[in-house]
């Protein structure tokens, strides 16, 4: 009995965690990067247009430069292999947003692991090879005092880092002015955002920026270490 009432505590006291102390239930939330650094991410999330995804990463080959990708795992498809395969040679990076896109502060611990376990798998499945999944991205950027405990689940399952976002906006103008030093700018796979970055991406490498995966501006461990614990 009074182990039961302890395990109880142990989930309450997790349940009202505040977004500053994630970390110590086995993950770290990140809003941007360094700010005295001119390196900034750029993020694509969801990724229902093909088309569009196709667009981003002739964008990223243009400029030369790199995006971490949200994917959902309901979006990938066997089908779009070869698409898949180019944003992991290109060298970007993806990350998963669930497969279904639903509030996790809505969902059980078990439902949210099968939301991540069923993208891993689809990755995996066509590339033909694992992908080390670690960055998270919540539907609806809803985290924060999950239910049920879910967010248990993702430490877990190797997924540390919840990255959230600075800029969300698809007019290039005000996008431009929003950026900073470290800035996470968030995007959809939609004609209208892949507009703006059409304009938006040559006017903050103009301006000094550095566009680079959010692993990279962020400065995380490759994974492999990571894995081995070095």
């Known amino acids: 009995m009074k182990r039961r009432l302890l395990a109880l505590f142990l989930l309450a006291a997790l349940f009202f965690l505040p977004a500053e102390s994630l970390a110590k239930a086995g993950f770290k939330s990140y809003f941007s990067g360094d700010a005295s650094s001119p390196q900034i991410a750029i993020t694509m999330d969801d990724l ?42 290109e060298g970007n990076e993806i990350g998963n947003h669930t497969f279904g896109h639903p509030n996790i502060t809505k969902i059980t611990s078990y439902q949210l692991q099968r939301q991540l376990i069923r993208t891993q798998d689809a990755l995996n499945a066509v590339l033909r090879e694992p992908y080390t999944m670690r960055l998270f991205r919540p539907p609806f950027g809803e985290y924060d005092r999950t239910g049920y405990g879910s967010t248990e689940v993702l430490g877990s399952l190797g997924y540390h880092y919840i990255i959230m976002w600075t800029v969300c906006e698809t007019d290039p103008d ?5 950026t900073q030093n470290g800035s996470i700018l968030l995007f959809h796979t939609n004609e209208k955002d892949i507009e703006c970055l059409e304009t938006l991406i040559p006017r903050l490498l103009e301006a000094g920026f550095e566009p680079v995966t ?13 894995n081995s614990g070095a």
């Open 174 to 178: 005000k996008a431009f002015k929003q």
């Open 214 to 226: 959010v692993s990279e501006l962020l400065d995380l461990p490759a994974a492999e270490d990571e």
């Open 48 to 89: 229902y247009s093909m088309d569009c995804l196709e667009q981003a990463l002739d964008l990223c080959q243009t400029y030369d430069i790199h995006m971490t990708f949200f994917a959902l795992g309901d979006v990938i498809k066997a089908e779009d292999a070869a698409l898949w395969q180019r944003v992991v040679d």
